[in-house]
């Protein structure tokens, strides 16, 4: 709009983002049970910080399913849409790129995962996803995409 924000304002933001975590801040359906029964290695790769990544993780239960494979983008030259943070992770974790699958519920993610050489699964189960996401995530490239976790371990077999 052409003009500064006001002083103060990336403070207050970050503390109602804070707020909103700590009281309404839920795990996505059936998560940790899917995260439960894959029998194999998993990691969370993030855009976001270190901090809010840990604590959305803590608040919903899922950070001891993917401990200490978390990551987040700050250890990486360049966010998604880049491939570098799966990359990174697959690095980290000594997996093959051509053996990971990423679920993804943006198109820079879907976009990073293709460019990694990953299987992109579209999740479309987020309150933020509009009727068309799925469309979206598809012509970014994902291979499939899914409404709710449980559909997961189908598309994992």
Known sequence: MGRALPAGFKDRV???ILD?????LKPIE??????????IKKCV???STPSKLALGLVE????????P???STILVERGKPYPDIFLHAARKMVVDTSKCVVVEDSVSGVTAAEAAGMRAIGFTGGSHCTSDH????????ADTVIEHMHMLM???R
Do not use: C, N
């Open 134 to 141: 799925a469309e979206t995530l598809i012509a970014a490239g």
């Open 45 to 47: 790769a993030s855009s």
């Open 30 to 39: 059936g998560i940790k049970e899917v995260l439960s029964q894959i029998p």
């Open 60 to 67: 919903t239960g899922v950070f001891d399913l993917v401990h």
């Open 14 to 16: 970050d503390q109602r």
């Open 20 to 24: 909103k975590y700590l009281t309404e």
């Open 154 to 156: 189908t598309e994992l």
């Open 69 to 71: 494979h978390v990551f």
